[in-house]
């Protein structure tokens, strides 16, 4: 009988990977905690109109990429292919936005049909920032030092950069549609086939090809920023100068745009040149009507994501987690025999509640030679063995795996305070 695997696209997280997905999202939930923003966790399916009517019908998500169904009540429903919609329908549905203001994060899986490689998959992860009821630049500029702050905690701040433009209001967007269409037109058979097809149904997302002729044709077409509204204009600028005031690099792209419909004014990605094609990490925005668009009152908004499984590849091409982050444990109790092992059990308990370290315990038995590979394999710093004479004498004798350093016999009541001083040191 032939094995069951994954489905394609959809990935095992492994052992030996999850702690760089742990180190990650403590270090996003510590940065967000700190600038006062709650968690909300949504379903991960909902209702196939919730993302027609927020992303948009003729987007690649809703026309080619959302895996939709019907249920046992014939409902359209779809994996949530993003988590702005599913926010904002939480939030709208509870009483959360009228006259609120609101600044929340969720984390979790979101699914596209794509064609998977490195970095883009079929179930993915983001973490995403979401605010609500501000509707000023400095909400915006906040968001984008907490990304700042983020890369510095992950040790990745010299491995992506700021990009940023203004979409202006719905009106000058489609005036500016209108008169790229009108240019990309007369240009045709230059296009890519992508291109081509987003012609009449999306054309804005031509300007993020990236095909090199298309990219040529663009430098040619109507500059996006002589099209934005005083407003729209006022706001980028005051955007700009909180990001010069706090010393935040950024480059100004007009070719910058977001592939869901709901976006105006402000949008900004992070990207890497160190991933290769996937070179956004992190990518937000502003979406002031999504609320009326989903039902609600008109309500301010403007939040981002970050790609997880990116930030790993990221973070382990800097090297940026530290080494004692991959280890299973700080201490590896090592009992030689059956009475050993009851009193290592115990021991094991006391050390974990008085120095609150990892500590592995050897179960299972086996040689000495095979528990010190464990041991080693743990990545512990040091080894505690407990074998016949230790155990009746009180002792263990305390090995130091990472170091040159002589074993030592530490009598049970001093081995709290032995340990405690030097995790500490």
Known sequence: MAKIKAIRGMNDILPEQTPWWQFLEESTQSVLSS????????????????????????????EKEMYTFADRNDESLTLRPEGTASCVRACEEHGLLFNQVQRLWYAGPMFRYERPQKGRYRQFHQIGVETFGMQGPD???ELILIGARLWKKLGVDQAVSLQLNSLGSSVARQAYKEDLVAFLSKHVDELDADSRRRLQSNPLRILDSKDPKTQALLHQAPDFHAYLDDESRQHFQQLCEYLD?????????????????????TVFEWVTDRLGAQGTVCAGGRYDGLVEQLGGRATPAVGFALGVE????????EAGLAAERLQQADIYLLPLGAEASKAAMQLAEGLRNETGLRVL??????????????????????????????LSQQRVTAKPLRSGEEQQAISWQALSSYLNNRFKS
Not at 38 to 60: A, C, H
Not at 245 to 265: S, T
Not at 310 to 317: A, D, G, P, V, Y
Not at 363 to 390: N, T, V, W
Request: proline letters at 3%; charged letters at 25%; aromatic letters at 8%.
């Open 139 to 141: 909400i915006d500029a």
């Open 361 to 390: 315990l050897g179960c299972g038995g086996g040689s000495f030679k095979s528990q010190m590979k464990r041991a080693d394999k743990s990545g512990a710093e040091i080894a505690l063995l407990l074998g016949e004479d230790e």
């Open 245 to 265: 005031a706090a010393g935040i690099p950024y480059v100004i792209n007009p070719r910058l745009v977001r592939g869901l419909d709901y976006y105006g004014k």
């Open 35 to 62: 600038y006062g923003y709650q968690e909300i966790r949504t379903p991960i399916v909902e209702q196939t109109d919730l993302f027609k009517r927020s992303i948009g019908e003729v987007t690649d998500i809703v």
């Open 310 to 317: 990116r930030l790993i590849l990221l973070l382990e091409s």
